[in-house]
């Protein structure tokens, strides 16, 4: 159990996890309850995944711009500034989903203002870990990350989906905007020093900064073909979060209960393999890990669109979340650990681009189709596609394995010069 939580001895590193582990759960309260509320106003597939396209396709467009900015200046107040960002629309889902006045696109502007800060945040969020903990401790604090990631969407919807059945959803969005308070004061008690990247502040512009990030990502086979693996995953695979109403109610024949449950049951299943990826102490066979969790997914989805039971989805959906959060974190890793710290910001940027910027146009795709065709032949269709990426990535990392077998013994890590010293990683620092 110590060697699952090492990352937590950093006093950094812990004010950060707790501070997300809240400010994800809000998220996901306020996920879930736009995804209900416009299901329950429009009774389509296709508006539910307008509102995932809102509320994530900003950060396709946006995110390499705030990775370059993450490189250029503090993350840690990039991050401030987009927790609070998020406050102001969340109490206005609050507001007129109260009064009983709301209509579908409103639901749809205030998910794309809060999409926008979140936009900022994401690859800033995962650009910043590097600085909070010591460079052998990153997969640890990956896969906490991914840990609190998926204990939020664990409480999140199971929280969410009470308060939809008893109170409305109205008080998802209110408690989101109540959750970032102690988010901002978290962010506000780091101690690090105040940019995060290599001697490039102010060097050049800021789309410049980004085509030397494609350039390099371009130049590293391993780099490009784990971002393409995420990519096939969130277009293809991803989609299922956005058929689950649906699926809830025409397939199963159930509430908004049985929403929340469906989505926790992928959490659980995501939270037990993020302990067992958090328990491991080197980075050593993580590409075969990514590959094998891959297929795990693509599994699950299959299994997910041949049931009509709720226990068997309940089943299939812990293994979809296991599957994926594996691959996730193993990807996220990866990269971690094999790009510099001076273009960690843009990189993760495209990393966050092209799995969460592009899951809401497939999202949109698959909403769209099940309406016509119907939800199970879409998650089928998904599974397939996502089985034949996943082989088609574990033959390029194949190719390419002895470039970086053990990353952590392999790369030389590039210079920090602008990290402070990690003074806060005892407890007598704290």
């Not at 910027?357 to 397939?384: H, N, Q, W, Y």
């Amino acid at each position: 159990m110590s060697n699952i939580f090492r990352a937590l001895r950093h006093r950094n590193f812990r004010l950060f996890f707790f501070g997300q582990a809240l400010s994800l759960t809000g998220m996901w309260l306020q996920m879930v309850g736009q995804s209900w509320l416009m299901y329950r106003l429009t009774d389509q597939a296709l508006a539910v995944a307008l509102v995932a396209l809102a509320q994530q396709g900003p950060g396709l467009f946006v995110g390499p711009v705030a990775g370059a900015l993450a490189d250029r200046h503090s993350r840690q107040r990039i991050l401030i500034l987009a927790q609070a960002a998020v406050i102001v629309p969340s109490l206005g889902l609050g507001w007129l989903a109260f009064a009983d006045t709301i209509v579908p696109w409103q639901i749809f502007v205030l998910a794309l203002a809060s999409g926008l800060a979140r936009a900022f945040e994401i690859p800033t969020r995962q650009a910043f870990v590097p600085q909070l903990v010591e460079r052998e401790d990153i997969p640890n604090a990956v896969a906490l990350n991914s840990v609190i990631f998926n204990a939020a969407r664990l409480v999140g919807p199971a929280v969410g989906g009470i308060l939809i059945a008893t109170v409305g959803e109205a008080w998802c969005f209110f408690a989101n905007a109540i959750l970032l308070f102690p988010v901002l004061a978290a962010l506000a008690a780091i101690h690090v020093a105040p940019h995060g990247g290599v001697g490039v502040r102010g060097r050049g512009s800021l789309m410049g900064e980004i085509a030397a990030a494609i350039r390099y990502v371009r130049g590293e086979p391993i780099v490009w073909s784990l971002l393409g693996g995420m990519a096939v995953a969130s277009v293809a695979g991803m989609p299922y979060t956005v058929l689950l109403p649906s699926f809830a109610a025409e397939i199963l024949d159930r509430g908004p209960e049985a929403f929340g449950v469906l989505t926790a049951a992928a959490g659980i299943g995501a939270i037990l393999s993020a302990l067992a990826l958090a328990a491991r102490r080197h980075a050593r066979g993580l590409d075969a890990w990514l590959v094998v969790s891959g297929l795990i997914f693509a599994v699950g989805l299959a299994g997910l669109s041949r049931t009509t039971s709720l226990d068997l989805a309940v089943v299939a959906l812990a293994v979809v979340g296991a599957g994926f959060m594996t691959l996730m974190a193993a990807t996220n890793t990866l990269l971690q650990l094999r790009v510099p710290d001076a273009l960690r910001g843009r990189v993760m940027s495209f990393h966050t681009a092209l799995f969460l910027g592009l899951f809401p146009f497939g999202g949109l795709a698959a909403g769209a189709l099940a309406d016509r065709i119907g939800v199970a032949p879409v998650i089928f269709s998904g599974s397939v596609v996502v089985g034949i990426g996943m082989l088609s990535l574990g033959s390029v990392l194949l190719r390419h394995r002895c470039a970086w077998e053990e990353p952590s013994e392999t790369f030389e890590a590039q210079p920090e010069t602008s990290r402070a010293p990690d003074t806060s990683s005892s407890d007598s620092a704290s």
